[in-house]
């Protein structure tokens, strides 16, 4: 098999397509191929330059720029733009010189990255839905890393506890201790994080210089890797500080009202014993 009949091949069969420009910039090749990606026939795109195939809603800022490349015969890489409004395609090219240096052209490849373009227009909208709910939501959410050092809290959590997300990054959990916390109910919390195990609706007082006193409720689950290292834990915490004062004064409400039944009860039994002496 001679060396352009394999070239041929390995041109007509790969997913991206090859093609080159004269010294006027205009195609001089296009591989077949590119009628299988693209859908357009190699050789209508002959003889046209880089302008006679843009649309109308093409971003000529980028294209501007793009074009200026080309007329300073400079190589370039991975310019991205919509073809036709359709499908997405990312180039290269190399300039080519005569054997006496004046300019020939360009030769280049293109790749259809439709796909990619999707997939990362879906991340980014996945992105910014949890940033959003994230931002508006009554909770904050957080990240610790494989040394359970707090990596990531969402920004609401400034708004709602009073101390911003930075505070909280590099330090673990015992970093964030004040000297008057439950020993024994921490120690049965590290033990939970020391294990990587899942915990839910944990409890505790968050007090501390410079820091607003506020009771947390937090949960949270470990997180690993595809060969089952640990990576550290996400988690939510929510501030019922007001929940929990409201649950104390009901209780102190219902003591009271037991004390005010008892009292009641033995005036009625002293009455009852003063109308017998009586």
Not at 41 to 52: F, H, Q
Not at 218 to 246: V, W
Not at 249 to 263: P, R
Request: hydrophobic residues 35%; glycine residues 8%.
């Amino acid at each position: 098999m001679n060396r352009e009949r394999r070239i041929q091949d390995f041109a007509e069969t790969a997913s991206d397509w090859f093609w080159e420009m004269d010294e006027n910039l205009r195609f001089s090749y296009m591989s077949p191929n590119v009628r299988r990606v693209l859908g357009v026939a190699p050789e209508s795109l002959l003889g046209k330059t880089r302008e006679d195939s843009l649309g109308e809603n093409c971003d000529r800022q980028a294209w501007d720029t793009h074009l200026r490349t080309l007329r300073a015969h400079l190589p370039f890489h991975g310019f991205t733009f919509a073809w036709k409004g359709e499908r997405w395609v990312r180039i290269s090219g190399t300039h080519i010189f005569n054997a006496d240096g004046s300019f020939a052209g360009y030769r280049g490849m293109g790749s259809d990255i439709s796909e990619i373009k999707k997939a990362e227009q879906a991340f980014r909208e996945s992105e910014r839905r949890f940033r959003d709910f994230a931002e508006s939501s009554a909770d904050w959410f957080w990240e610790m890393d494989e040394n359970l050092r707090f990596t990531w809290m969402s920004p609401n959590v400034e708004q709602i506890v009073g101390v911003p997300p930075e505070w909280h990054y590099g330090k673990t959990r015992q970093d964030l201790l004040g000297d008057n916390y439950d020993a024994d109910l921490w120690d049965a919390h590290f033990q939970v994080l020391n294990e990587r195990k899942a915990f839910r609706d944990f409890v505790f007082l968050r007090q501390g210089d410079g820091i607003p006193q506020k009771w947390i409720q937090t949960s949270g689950k470990p997180i690993f890797d595809m060969e089952n290292r640990f990576l550290g834990y996400r988690g939510t915490g929510s501030d019922i500080t007001r929940a929990r004062e409201t649950e104390e004064q009901l209780l102190q409400a219902q003591k009271m009202e037991t004390v005010g039944q008892l009292t009641g009860g033995i005036a009625h039994d002293f009455n009852n014993l003063l109308g017998i002496v009586i």
